[in-house]
C-alpha cells in the first residue's frame, strides 16, 4: 500500500511562520516513516538540517505529542514573530522601543522574563533624568508606566480584545514588576492609590469572585486587605477602622448570604462610619446595590434615609476598579460620584414606590396538585432503601459528564467567538485540560465523593412528606415519617409545585424520591489558595474552574447513576438543587442532609446560611415523574433587604 499526504494540514491554524517548521518537520519525519507522495508547496519547505535546533525540538515535541508542547509551541511562535519587513528573520518584537514602551509590551503581553532588569533600569534612568532618589523615581515609574499599562490590559479586557486568563497573566507580570519595584520603595509613603478592606461575607464559602478583584485592584496600585470567606461583620468594620479604609469591598454568591451586605451598611450608619461600600457576586445586581444604600424600613410610607457613604454595584471586578479610582479621586469629584450614586437610588426606589401596586400578593391557602400533573407512569423500585456513599470514583468517570461549554466559556473566560474560540479551544483549552485532569490524579486535588439515597415517601400539598427508609426494608415495617419539605407553588401559569410529581397520601401508594450530595472535596480550595498566594493568577483560576465545572459533572454522574438504578429514561429523573427558581429555600438543605449523613461520611458540611462546605460541592433532589419540569417559583429576583 503507498501512502499520500497533504502536509500541511498538521500546522492550520498555527502562525504562517510557525506552519513553515512544523510542515518542514513534519514531512521529514513522515518521509522517514515511509511516506510515498507528499501535497506540498516546494517553496514553503526548509530542508530539516538548516531548522534551527530549538525549532525543530519545539516541533518534534508537538508532533510526538510531547507534555504541553502545543502551548509552547504557540508561545515559542508568538515570541519569535517575523520581522513585517521581509517576513523571514526573528527580530525581537519590543526592537526600537523605549523603556517604558518595553514594560509596557511586556505586561500587556505576558512576558515575566527580564522584567526586573526592566525595571531597574527606568528607575535609574527616571532618577538620573529627574534628579531625584531612586524611591521616589519609583513611585514615578508605579504611576506613569506599571498602571497605565494595567489600565490598558483592563481597556483591552473590556473592549473584548483579551480572555480573563490572558488579563491574569498580565497581572502576573505586574505582580513581578511590582514587587521588584517595592525594593526601591522604602520609606517612601504615598505609593499606594488606596486601600480596599475585601471580604467574602458570613456564611459564604465562595471566594473566586472576590479573589479576581483582589489581583485586578492589587495589580492597579491599590492595597488590598483580603480577610477572606466567611468573613463576620465585625471583623470587616475592626479592620477598616483599624487601616482607615477608602472603601469596604463585600462579595457574596448567593441570594441568602447576600443579605449580610445590607446588614453592613446598617450597622456603618449605626456606628456613624463613613466607608463606602463596594458589593458583588452572582447573586445579585445593580438594582439591589440601590436598594441597600437605604437603611430604614423601606416600607412605602417610610421616609428614605440613604448611607451618606454610598453603597455601589460591580459587576465584576473592572467595574469595582473603576469604582474605587473614582472614590480615591479628588474630594469634588468623590463626592460628586457618590452624589450620583444617591439620586440614582432614590430615583429608583420612587419609581419602585409609586409602580408598586401592591396587587401581586398570592392568594393564600393554595395548596392544592396543580391540574396539569398526571399521576407518575409507574413508580420505580429502587436496588436500595437509604444513604450510599460513593469514595472511589475515577476522575476519568466523572471528566465526560462535564459540559465543556460551560467548562471553557464560563469557568475559562473564552468568551470569544467563532473561529477565535475555535482556535482558543484547541490550541490552549483542550491540551490544558488533558494535562490539568492528569495532574489533578496524580496530585489527588480533586476528590469526587458522593452520598445519595432513595427513601420512601408520598405527598401532601405543597408537602413531600419523607419516610424512614426501614420501613421499606422489613416486611410489615411500619412507615414512619422523618422529613417533610414544603416546597413553594407558583401562583400563576400552571401553579406547579415539585410536591405534586409525587404520589399523594390520598392515592395510598408509596412513591421514591432520591437525594444527592456530591463534592470535589477540601484540598482543592487549597491548591487554589496556594496558587493564588503564590502569584499564579492565571493557574489559580483554571484550577477553580476545572473544580467547579467537575462539580457539576459529578452531580451529573450521580445524576445518571440514580437515573440507571431506578431504569429511567432521559426524560425522566430530573435534578433540582435548593437555591434554584423551583425551590430557591436553601434552609431545607439542613433535612437533606438528616437523611444523607453528608458530614460523617464525605465532610461535607453546612455554613450558618445553609452553604455547602467544602466549596465545590452540591445537593439535589432527583425526582422520576415524567412530566417534571423546570419551572419558577416567582420571587424577587435578587435578595430582598
Ligand atoms: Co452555584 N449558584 N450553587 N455553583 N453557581 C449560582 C450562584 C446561582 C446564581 C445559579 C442560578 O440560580 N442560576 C445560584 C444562587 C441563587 C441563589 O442564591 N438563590 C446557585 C446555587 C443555588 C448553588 C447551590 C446552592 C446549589 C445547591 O447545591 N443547592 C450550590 C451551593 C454550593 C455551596 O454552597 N458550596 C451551588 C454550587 C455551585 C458549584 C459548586 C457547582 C459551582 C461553584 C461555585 C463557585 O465556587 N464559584 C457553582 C457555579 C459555578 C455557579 C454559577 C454558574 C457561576 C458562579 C461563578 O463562579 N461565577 C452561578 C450562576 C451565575 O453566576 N451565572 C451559580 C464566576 C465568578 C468569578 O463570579 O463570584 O460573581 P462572581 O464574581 C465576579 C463579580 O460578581 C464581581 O467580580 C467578580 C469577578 O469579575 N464581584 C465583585 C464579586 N464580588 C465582588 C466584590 C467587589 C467587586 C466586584 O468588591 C470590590
Redesign the pocket.
Known amino acids: 500500500m503507498l501512502t499520500i499526504l497533504g502536509v500541511s494540514n498538521v500546522s492550520f491554524g498555527l502562525q504562517p511562520h510557525a506552519r513553515a517548521v512544523l510542515n518542514s518537520v513534519f514531512l521529514y519525519h513522515a518521509v522517514k516513516a515511509g511516506l510515498d507522495l507528499a501535497i506540498v508547496n516546494p517553496l514553503h519547505i526548509t530542508p530539516y538540517t538548516e531548522i534551527d535546533a530549538e525549532q525543530r525540538q519545539l516541533a518534534e515535541d508537538l508532533i510526538y505529542n510531547r507534555d504541553d508542547a502545543l502551548p509552547r509551541y504557540i508561545a515559542y511562535f508568538e515570541e519569535h514573530a517575523p520581522q513585517k519587513e521581509d517576513g523571514k528573520d526573528k527580530v525581537d518584537p519590543t526592537e526600537g522601543m523605549n523603556l517604558a514602551e518595553r514594560i509596557h509590551w511586556q505586561i500587556l503581553h505576558r512576558r515575566k522574563e527580564g522584567i526586573e532588569p526592566l525595571i531597574s533600569e527606568i528607575i535609574e534612568e527616571r532618577a538620573r533624568e529627574m534628579g531625584v532618589a531612586q524611591g521616589e523615581a519609583a513611585v514615578n515609574v508605579l504611576n506613569t508606566v506599571l498602571l497605565p499599562a494595567m489600565k490598558d490590559v483592563g481597556d483591552r479586557f473590556g473592549a473584548g480584545e483579551l480572555i480573563?486568563p490572558f488579563v491574569l497573566q498580565s497581572a502576573e507580570v505586574m505582580k513581578r514588576a511590582v514587587a521588584h519595584l517595592e525594593g526601591y520603595l522604602e520609606k517612601v509613603e504615598g505609593y499606594t492609590k488606596g486601600k480596599?478592606v475585601?471580604a467574602?461575607v458570613f456564611g459564604?464559602?465562595?471566594?473566586?469572585?472576590?479573589n479576581?478583584?483582589n489581583t485586578?485592584?492589587s495589580n492597579n496600585g491599590y492595597t488590598v486587605y483580603d480577610l477572606g470567606k466567611q468573613v463576620p461583620l465585625n471583623t470587616i468594620l475592626d479592620k477598616a477602622i483599624e487601616v482607615n479604609a477608602d472603601?469596604?469591598?463585600?462579595?457574596?454568591?448567593?441570594?441568602?448570604?447576600?443579605k449580610q451586605m445590607p446588614l453592613c451598611v446598617k450597622e456603618l450608619y449605626k456606628r456613624g462610619l463613613n466607608f463606602p461600600v463596594?458589593?458583588?457576586?452572582?447573586?445579585?445586581n445593580r438594582s439591589y446595590g440601590r436598594r441597600i444604600l437605604f437603611v430604614d424600613e423601606q416600607t412605602a410610607d417610610a421616609t428614605p434615609v440613604p448611607y451618606e457613604h454610598g453603597v455601589f454595584y460591580?459587576?465584576?471586578?473592572?467595574?469595582?476598579l473603576e469604582?474605587?479610582d473614582r472614590l480615591t479621586s479628588s474630594p469634588e469629584q468623590r463626592a460628586a460620584f457618590i452624589q450620583r450614586i444617591k439620586e440614582e437610588a432614590l430615583k429608583e426606589r420612587l419609581k419602585k414606590a409609586t409602580g408598586a401596586t401592591g396587587a401581586t400578593t398570592s392568594q393564600a391557602g393554595e395548596d392544592t396538585p396543580s391540574a396539569s400533573v398526571q399521576p407518575a407512569l409507574s413508580i420505580p423500585r429502587p436496588p436500595f432503601w437509604g444513604p450510599r456513599v460513593l469514595e472511589r470514583i475515577g476522575i476519568e468517570d466523572v471528566a465526560p459528564c462535564m459540559d465543556l461549554n460551560?467548562l471553557f466559556r464560563?469557568?475559562w473566560g473564552g468568551k470569544t467567538h467563532g473561529a477565535d474560540f475555535t482556535r482558543l479551544v484547541e490550541m490552549d483549552f483542550r491540551p490544558r485540560l488533558k494535562r490539568m485532569l492528569l495532574e489533578a490524579r496524580q496530585q489527588r486535588y480533586l476528590q469526587p465523593k458522593v452520598i445519595y439515597g432513595y427513601f420512601p415517601c408520598q405527598s401532601s400539598g405543597n408537602e413531600l412528606i419523607v419516610y424512614n427508609p426501614l420501613g421499606m426494608q422489613e416486611p410489615g415495617g411500619q412507615l414512619r415519617a422523618i422529613a417533610r419539605f414544603h416546597f413553594p407553588r407558583q401562583h400563576e401559569r400552571e401553579r406547579l409545585c415539585l410536591a405534586d410529581y409525587f404520589a399523594p397520601v390520598s392515592s395510598g401508594e408509596i412513591d421514591v424520591v432520591a437525594f444527592q450530595?456530591v463534592t470535589?472535596g477540601e484540598s482543592v480550595s487549597e491548591a487554589v489558595h496556594q496558587l493564588q498566594q503564590a502569584g499564579d493568577y492565571a493557574e489559580a483560576y483554571f484550577v477553580?474552574?476545572l473544580?467547579?465545572?467537575m462539580?457539576?459533572g459529578l452531580?451529573e454522574y450521580t445524576n445518571r447513576l440514580i437515573r440507571q438504578e431506578l431504569g429511567l429514561d432521559e426524560q425522566r429523573g430530573r435534578r433540582y438543587?435548593?437555591?434554584?427558581?423551583a425551590i430557591?429555600d436553601?434552609e431545607d438543605?439542613v433535612k437533606v442532609f438528616q437523611l444523607l449523613p453528608a458530614k460523617e461520611t464525605i465532610g461535607v458540611g453546612?455554613?450558618e446560611a445553609?452553604?455547602?462546605?467544602?466549596?465545590?460541592?452540591?445537593?439535589?433532589i432527583v425526582v422520576h415523574h415524567q412530566q417534571a419540569t423546570y419551572f419558577a417559583v416567582r420571587e424577587q429576583a435578587a435578595?430582598t433587604v
Open positions: 480573563l480596599i475585601l467574602t459564604d464559602v465562595h471566594d473566586i469572585g472576590k479576581l478583584v485586578i485592584l472603601a469596604i469591598g463585600l462579595s457574596a454568591l448567593l441570594v441568602s448570604t447576600s463596594i458589593v458583588g457576586g452572582a447573586a445579585i460591580a459587576r465584576d471586578a473592572f467595574e469595582g469604582i474605587i460551560t464560563l469557568h450530595v470535589m477553580h474552574g473544580a467547579v465545572e462539580a457539576e452531580a438543587s435548593w437555591g434554584y427558581p430557591p436553601l438543605h453546612l455554613t445553609f452553604q455547602l462546605v467544602p466549596e465545590q460541592s452540591t445537593a439535589a435578595a
